[in-house]
C-alpha cells in the first residue's frame, strides 16, 4: 500500500510542479493546503517531499511534463 500511495504522490507533485510550483516548501504547503496526506498519514514536511523526490533527483533525471 506504501508504494502505491508514494507512486500516486509523486504524479501529484509533479503536476504541482508542471503548475508553477518547483519548490520543495511550495508543494509540502500545497499538498498540505489540498488535504493530500503522506503515507502515514501526516502533514507533508520539505524533509518528506526532497525524500519522495530523492531517486528522482539523484540521477539527475528531469520529470518530463
Do not use: D, E, H, Y
Amino acid at each position: 500500500m506504501t508504494r502505491f500511495v508514494s507512486s500516486r504522490n509523486k504524479l501529484i507533485i509533479q503536476a504541482f510542479q508542471r503548475s508553477g510550483v518547483t519548490s520543495l516548501r511550495g508543494i509540502a504547503i500545497t499538498l498540505n493546503n489540498r488535504g493530500v496526506r503522506t503515507a502515514r498519514g501526516g502533514q507533508w514536511q520539505v524533509s518528506n517531499v526532497r525524500n519522495l523526490l530523492a531517486p528522482m533527483l539523484q540521477r539527475k533525471v528531469r520529470p518530463t511534463f
